[in-house]
């Protein structure tokens, strides 16, 4: 890779992102210049607002060699599409992902290009192979890893598939959360492979025992990344109108936010909103999954749910279970098998949730 005026600023990046830990992959951090992946990116004032920032703002280099997530493509409402991940949580990634020279690569989400980047530097372009949904993204970080000089094998298709024609890999990164690891994807894994990808608020690091096999843990810190593009379904809160109403003991204002991330497991891609008087204490909570599940609870205690699920009962569940206290990222992990996928708290034979492997 060439020299540039930006190389002491990425020296400096490269050893100050993360907590402090060794790693090898500090070299490529310090090595690929992130400025050329992210020439442009949006910024969020106060008021919500999205603000482009681009090479000749004032502070641009200052936040590309940030431990900053940059948010790089917003869809037509705002909602940002794709983004260059926080390098500390990046780096935390690659580190779980204990790839040396030589292992096969798959990335699930180019996005940008330059986690892609960072892979072929370290590992060699050719051994890496990296998928994302949207073609437009494909062309552009084609275009900025050949800038940067590395060709890794860039593909536009649905990365949760995987690409078969380049496996068996025998390293797996996800860099957009995904409901579980498609059986497809799995069938490319190589016996003794690593997977790491976010699953809910969380990265999970899996090991392949045997074919279609996986066991595994979370990692300890929390992760919120962009959800694999599908389809989903708003809330109903017409249907609730029918339902009469139960009651809870729990806090409502603030139970959502505490159990968010075993929520995040037991409810894969639910949402979640809350109502507040004129003096801004909350009055209630709403909660959905896309198969159209809803439940409200008022902080009078006062319960509604409709839909396939019972979404509400699913949260009084997570609180009887961890009423002790928020229980650790990594006290949670997943048995992978080719007839079902589930993510467990404490031990494989401890309380567990299914996940969807068909999504
Ligand atoms: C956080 S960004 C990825 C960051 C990227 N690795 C980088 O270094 O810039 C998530 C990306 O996942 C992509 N994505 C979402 N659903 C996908 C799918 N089903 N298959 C492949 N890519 C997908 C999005 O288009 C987005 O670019």
Redesign the pocket.
Known sequence: MSHDPTASLREEFAATIGDGVDSPWRAAFAAVPRHT?TPEFFDQDQRGQWRRVTRSDDGYLRTVYSDTALM??LDSNGVP?????EPGL?LAMLDALDAHPGDNVF??????????ALLAHRLGAENVT?????PE?VAL?TRRLAEVGCQPFVHA????LGYPQRAPYSRIIA??AVRSLHPALMEQAAVGAVIVAPIGYGVVRATVTEPGHAEGRFLPRPAL??????PSRGPDFEALREQSPETTALPVADTLGRWKFPLSLALPGYNSCSWRSDDGTVTGVGLWTEDGSTATARTSGHVRQAGPRRLWDTVEELAALFSDGQPARDDFGITITPEAQRVWYGTSEGPSWSLATDQ
């Open positions: 992946f790089t493509q599409t794709s983004s260059s991940s990046m990335e699930l989400g180019t996005g940008t290009g330059y986690n892609a990296s998928v994302d949904v949207d993204l970080a298709g649905d990365g949760a860099t957009a990344f962009m959800p694999r593009r599908a």
